[in-house]
């Protein structure tokens, strides 16, 4: 491990754990949640939106920055955060989940993977060293090792193919590494095989990597066989290393899985269900577009203390969707990102005061006994 | 006239007068600048936002809301502004502005103008007792009468039955007129023609409206004939009531036609440039999709202080734009709404302080010899 991030474990509660993240730009309590900041800016919300809402840690994609507007520039202009004008820490995921969803346009080899932009069709090839250079570019608080995400359905030889390759780019990337102040994780792959996962635990967790994450989860596989490997994941990673979740989840998710020890987590959820007229809410998910929120007063959740539950009804906010208003877009975003934020922020206080076996139980019914009105929609 | 509004002369330079507009919803210092939220929504900007850039009156459509979500819908939601959780006053036009920019969907007859939802087909019959119905049912607190907005170039005989028409409209719907709290204005038609723009004003300045519009402006016309045709429209409007420039204009529009004592403005123009890459500042127009800006760490207007300025570089915002970042549209919009708003405020000083000459000059000179940046795009 370097010394470019600590990481402070301050209370337990069975597995879940609360903690502080120390990086160069500020504090992140954790368990976290990382809102999705691909191109470096986080869908229809504006840092400063995303710092009051108590966001202190943004995801960014390298892959899609280095197309543009390049590492380099990023890297003239201050690094990433400077850049967004966010005045929190970043982390950057290196593009290697870009192979698997934009596996059209690339190849993989023992090398690295040869991307065709899907902007202009250039070619970007991608190594464990050059994945690493790019993040050492962009400047990011915390840097994520380039792997295989091991798509789903996958069978054993081809996970097991994949896994290892995982492992042979992390030790590259490492050696690779020349920053002192950005922290470097490695993931662990291997499908839904427990002894897959296992083997890639070992591995990875055996380098000296600053924090731990499990990747290729929640691309497709059965819910339980997420929540298995991702326990089974985190079971495996060293208790005084951060532990990240990639690409999960639902509210339900985060909440099981910070019971597993995860501390931080992304997923586009919240922002993209937004764009598509989405909310979560204390009453379940409701799909704004509904017919039934046509003469609906009522805040999108009346339990929340958002600037858009405080300012816009149902019916409003679905006359701007059905209309096709940018602030549409943005209300849900804030409202999504809100829930989110408040959600973590909860889990954090349950955990210190160890309740967070009850808080996760009344949470787990709340969202189970609510109606999902995303189901029937009518617009 | 009604005592629906109250307007009230407070200093004047001039034929410029800078004055309070007084509403149910509140005060409005003139000259003063609306935005457009045709559908009860400023594009890609909060109603918290507008209230915060100084705006106390915004616009809003009733041809758009009628087909969606409808007044009636609107009525009871508790009118316009409440709808939109905008805190001040609200203004409707009349949907006269549609029978032109929508023509192919729309025939116009003596009784009204019939429209073709640009929805989904159905049929709209705007008389102007229904114009006048349509508007009470939104509540703003300024409605339009509905005019034919004459189109560009019409010949002399077609301006003068166009004008015709429009004041035979005017007289109808004085009379459907119920509300007591809502201000009803006349609008003057007669094309580039002066004698026509003459006679119109006599005929609507004689009923008995709220305030006077010059329309049928900014469709196209050269700009010497937008001048001359606002100036006299302008003076043929009594003194004591208000007096709106239809869709009207650039900075240099706005700062000419207030020296010939407009009250009031509306224009797409701020955001719907800001949306396409365009910014006002104090150094002329800018394309922010330019190349020149790629590693530009300035400020959009360095003599700024709106939001985006504080926030963001050229660079970033370039960045955002070419990557289609909905922020992109929210940061522009933002400032551009900040310039003209500061824009206006400068103007009401500069008349209570009996300097508006030499603060138009000097706008002016500005605006001539900054280079406007949006001609040579290369993206």
Known sequence: MSAAIRFEVRARDGAARAGMLVTAHGEIATPAFMPVGTRAAVKAISPGELWAMGYRLVLAN???????????????????????????????????????????????GEEGIVFRSHLDGSRLALTPETAVRIQEQLGADIM?????????????????????????????????????????????????????????????????????AAGGLSVGEPKPAMLEMAALSAAAMPAAAPRYLMGVGTPADLIACVAMGYDLFDCVLPTRNARNGGAFTSEG??????????????????????????????????????????????????????????????AQAAIASRSYGAFAKALAAEILEAPDQTKDDVV
Chains 1, 2 share one sequence.
């Not at 920055?65 to 966010?86: I, T």
């Not at 290196?94 to 698997?100: C, I, L, P, R, T």
């Not at 792997?147 to 490492?174: Q, V």
Request: aromatic share 10%; net charge positive; charged share 20%.
């Open 144 to 212: 994520m090792s380039l792997d295989e995400c091991t798509p789903y359905p996958a069978d054993h030889a081809r996970a097991k193919a994949s896994m290892e390759l995982t492992a042979r780019w992390a030790r590259r990337g490492l050696e690779a590494r020349q920053s002192t102040t950005q922290a470097l994780f490695g993931i662990i792959q291997g499908g839904v095989y427990s002894d897959l996962r296992r083997a890639s635990a070992g591995q990875i967790t055996a380098m000296p990597f600053d924090g731990f």
């Open 62 to 108: 390298a892959y899609h920055l280095a197309l543009r507007p390049g590492g380099k520039l990023v890297h003239e202009l201050g690094g990433v955060a400077r850049f967004m004008g966010f005045k929190g820490a970043t982390l950057t995921d290196s593009g290697g989940y870009q192979a698997m969803s934009l596996a059209k346009i690339n190849s993989i």
């Open 285 to 346: 998910r409701l799909s704004i577009k509904h017919s039934r929120y046509l003469r609906d007063q009522r805040p999108l959740d009346p339990r929340c203390e958002c600037r858009t539950c405080a300012s816009f009804s149902r019916a409003y906010l679905r006359h701007l969707y059905v209309s096709g208003e940018i602030l549409a877009a943005r209300a849900l975003t804030e409202h999504n990102l809100f829930f989110y934020s408040r959600l973590m922020r909860n």
